[in-house]
């Protein structure tokens, strides 16, 4: 089974940046598409930002222009950088990584947004 592994969250001031990866057991290459979604608390879980295996992305409207997402083929290895953060940004953020018959999340990564 695949596996997905988050990492880089932790605590940071309003407006500072972060840099999210989720690393991959296999090649991303095999996954259509990986995503990131987040889940503050109480709330549903939303997507923030995909890449296609061709390199088209798209971004919520409420990240963008500050979020980036970017895949690295050859280290397995899926990022989002993140920038001007903002106090609403804060929740776990998830990686997606999808195939033609499934879909493979890893467990999270917290990311908090406070002075």
């Known amino acids: 089974q695949v596996q997905l592994v988050e990492s880089g969250g932790g605590l940071v001031q309003p407006g500072g940046s972060l840099r999210l990866s989720c690393a991959a057991s296999e090649s991303i290459s095999n996954f259509y598409t990986m995503s990131w979604y987040r889940q503050a608390s109480g709330q549903q879980r939303e997507l923030v930002t995909f890449i296609t295996n061709n390199g088209v992305t798209n971004y919520q409207d409420s990240v963008k222009g500050r979020f980036a997402i970017s895949r690295d083929n050859a280290e397995n290895m899926l990022y989002l950088q993140m920038s001007s953060l903002k106090p609403e940004d804060t929740a776990v953020y998830y990686c997606?990584?999808?195939?033609?018959?499934?879909?493979?999340w890893g467990k999270g990564t917290l990311v908090t947004v406070s002075s």
């Open positions: 997606k990584a999808t195939t033609a018959m499934k879909a493979y």
